[in-house]
């Protein structure tokens, strides 16, 4: 690949023209020389450096985003932020997705990726990828609810849910934590109507066996790294 391609594709925040002025500038380097030539070919073992940081090449990339309410996870809706407004610049490159979608009040865990193939094992009924909420209703919570979640509730429309496990907190009797293997749309809200109730607080917590760290703040979010990526299929 070209060199100010190579950069351009991990750093979007760089368009080929910024790449060929620093090129131009002698702060590009592959594998310890300054490089002259944005026509270069490099590939993924050589060592691209600007202004002596690695650009390491990924072919994908895989973000944790603390969801806070009151952002769209699809592009601009009205005037309603989006998840894409709370991407850093230089993490911001084209072809991310929210990999299952939250709605606009829900907050929690939203992966952001540009990996089509993981994100449809991650979301595929199928493949039975956990995802935990944590959920507060109107009403209390009532112990019949976890034998109707495990037997596969039936929401409006008829449609059947598969089975899910529903824990009680122990603390708050609104609120408990429910374990999907599924993605349908308003889910988790319309599973609380199909027992009489309604959800007033929602956030996802984990997908897979990734949970959100405690230390990251609503609005933050991380790159999930390779050896955590797995982690996200995991059951
Ligand atoms: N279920 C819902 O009802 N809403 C969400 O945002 C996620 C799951």
Known sequence: MRLDKYISS?????SRADVKKLIRAGRVAVSGRAASDAGLQVS??????LDGERIEYKEYLYIMLNKPAGYVCSAREGNSP????????ELNRRGLFPAGRLDKDTEG??????????????LSPAKHVPKRYRVRLVEPYRPEYATRFAEGIEIDGGEKCLP????PDEEDPFSFTL?????????VKRM?????????????EAIGNLEIPPDLA???????????VEKLLTK
């Open 164 to 167: 899910a496990e529903a824990f």
């Open 179 to 187: 374990i999907l293997h599924e993605g349908k749309f308003h889910q």
């Open 192 to 204: 609380a109507h199909a027992v009489g109730n309604e959800v007033v607080f929602l956030r996802r």
């Open 109 to 122: 865990f939203v992966l952001m990726t540009d990996d089509g193939q993981l994100a449809h094992d991650m």
């Open 44 to 49: 993924e073992s050589d060592e691209v450096t």
């Open 82 to 89: 989006t998840v894409y407004d709370l991407i850093p610049p």
């Open 10 to 14: 991990q750093r979007t925040d760089l």
């Open 218 to 228: 609503l609005g933050a979010c991380l790159e999930i790294m390779h050896k955590d």
